[in-house]
């Protein structure tokens, strides 16, 4: 089994995708410093000009792991707080999914 959790969100028009990118960039490196493997998509067919961050997991156990220590994480709250005031993109929605495939 597989557990993926995928944040969806838009670039705003007018602002800076490269400090966008800087910004999402600098919250991967925490992700990764937890254990996770993010990537960064952006959506080509639908709802074209969203872009989505999502990593993948084995299982709900791996998922929990990282995800508390992300959350207890100075540098991240630090970083959620300066990506949320800066204004670059707006949240669309965010899914935690579990694979059913064998």
């Not at 670039?11 to 993010?38: R, Y």
């Not at 960064?40 to 990282?66: D, H, P, Q």
């Amino acid at each position: 089994m597989a557990i993926v959790v995928q944040y969806t969100f838009k670039a705003l028009p007018g602002k800076s995708l490269a400090k966008l990118m800087e910004n999402l960039n600098a919250g991967a490196a925490l992700w990764k410093k937890h254990g996770a493997s993010p990537r960064l998509w952006a959506v080509s067919v639908g709802e074209i000009g969203n872009m989505a961050f999502s990593t993948e997991f084995k299982n709900f156990a791996e998922y929990g792991k990282c995800v508390d220590k992300l959350n207890a994480d100075p540098a991240f709250q630090a970083w959620r707080a300066k990506n949320q005031e800066s204004g670059l993109s707006e949240w669309v929605r965010s899914n935690l999914l579990r694979e059913l495939t064998p």
